[in-house]
């Protein structure tokens, strides 16, 4: 946000040109992501044969390990510096994304013909999220060091808004592709953009040096930060408890696409309703909410943001159709978009004093348990459902999900509240 205190000039000369193409290459790194997420579990089931509970399995491998990974692939990327990261990453990206895709592809039958095809994705899947986790603590960091004290908060609100610009027009050249080439293509889209991506990186990246080499934590100290972390009772209770938010989440990209495809229209665009209903939602409507919102207390704004979130599946279940799974896409957006920002800064105020940036590490950990156990569990909840002719079962199973996500956290703020104001007296 423009302050009185944020003139134009600072605008102008608080930002390194690194920063700008760093988060250029988020911005297509995020296009090449979400348009071959939401593409997955069909590709996964209509080409390559799996069931609806394998493909869960598989993409709960592939998107927990991509958003645990960072917490150790940083401390690479800090030691390489981030421009050599880059190039790891976007390489590995590209040859990950390729393989998948050309599982696909006739052209390459022969050739994996004597493979298990499951090991051989579960495989291609691990590749490409080892090269994906050196993308977030990369682009994070060269925020940091290419931003001023005046300009940093803006820095960052820069990447949020690119990362949803992403995740909106790479679903929505995803359909495009898949509609006249087929899913397997889709990842090829994402190859070439990362290869792009690479060759931007070479060219254009400038590494901004602001710490002294082998200044960064060892490996073995982010271990003992781990356990650190995870002995902390209270920050873990509360990363379970938000990690059920991330669960509802992610079925918008394991059990939507199957149902518009399976039960209301095989020809719709699922892509372009997720993408423009999610991350459209985000882009146009984030500051106006901050703005109303601003006042709520932390854990309210956090509650309220779980409430408003679990309302996706309520519409959609009362009446499934494109209609209501926009609407519900739209509703957990503005759920997202109350609480998203108030969550750093309550993992802030809970770390305990001096290590609020090692909490800040973890912030992601959330996703990646909802992943490994959301993705796993959609896929099965679909194909149960749908085995058993009552297909309306997932809506219920997932309106428990987020319910009792926001009951937990109402609990949760109640326990505490009790507590601070107990120490407070």
């Not at 393989?99 to 592809?105: A, D, E, R, V, Y």
């Not at 399976?262 to 699922?270: G, M, S, T, V, W």
């Not at 009792?404 to 107990?422: F, K, P, Q, S």
Request: glycine letters at 10%; hydrophobic letters at 50%; a positive charge.
């Amino acid at each position: 946000m423009i302050t009185p205190q944020l003139r134009f000039s600072d605008i102008r000369t608080g930002f390194h040109p690194t920063f700008w193409v760093a988060n250029g290459m988020e911005l297509f790194e995020r296009l090449a992501y979400y348009g071959q997420q939401i593409v997955f579990m069909i590709y996964l089931r209509n080409k390559l044969g799996f069931t609806e509970a394998e493909a869960g399995q598989l993409s709960g491998v592939f998107g927990g390990l991509l958003y645990l990974l960072p917490i150790l692939g940083g401390t690479l990327a800090d030691k390489w510096g981030f421009r050599r990261a880059f190039n790891i990453a976007f390489s590995v990206l590209a040859l990950g994304y390729f393989l998948i895709g050309s599982l696909g592809m006739s052209a390459f039958a022969g050739f994996y013909g004597n493979f298990s095809l499951y090991w051989l994705l579960l495989a291609f899947l691990v590749l490409t999220a080892i090269g994906g986790s050196f993308i977030k603590p990369s682009v994070l960091g060269t925020v940091a060091v290419t931003t001023t004290e005046k300009t940093k908060s803006l820095g960052f609100a820069i990447y949020y808004w690119l990362v949803n610009v992403g995740a909106l027009l790479g679903p929505t050249i995803a359909y495009l592709v898949r509609d006249k080439f087929g899913n397997e293509f889709v990842y090829m889209v994402s190859t070439a953009s990362c290869l792009a991506m690479l060759i931007i990186n070479l060219l254009l990246y400038k590494e901004v040096q602001t710490t002294a080499p082998g200044s960064s934590e060892s490996m073995g100290k982010k271990l003992t930060n781990l356990v650190t972390v995870l002995l902390n009772f209270k920050f873990m209770v509360f990363l379970l408890i938000y990690s059920l938010y991330w669960i509802i989440f992610w079925q918008e990209f394991i059990i939507i696409p199957y149902y518009v495809t399976d039960y209301i229209n095989k020809e719709a665009p699922y892509e372009i309703i997720q993408s423009w209903a999610g991350a459209g939602a985000i882009i146009l409507f984030q500051i106006p909410v901050n703005w109303l919102t601003k006042n709520l207390p932390v854990r309210t704004a956090i509650l309220t943001g779980f409430v408003v979130s679990s309302l996706i599946w309520v519409i959609i279940g009362i009446s499934p159709s494109i209609p209501t799974i926009a609407a519900g896409i739209v509703a957990f957006s503005i759920g997202e978009m109350i609480q998203a920002p108030r969550y750093y800064e309550y993992i802030s105020t809970i770390a305990p004093p001096g290590q609020q940036g090692l909490f800040q590490g973890y912030a992601f950990l959330p996703i990646a348990i909802a992943r490994f156990v959301g993705d796993p569990i959609g896929g099965w909840l679909y194909q149960t459902s749908k085995a058993a002719g009552k297909p309306e079962m997932v809506w219920f199973a997932l309106i428990g999900i987020g319910v009792g996500a926001a009951i937990l956290m109402a609990i949760y703020n109640m326990v505490v509240g009790r507590v601070e104001t107990a120490a407070q007296a």
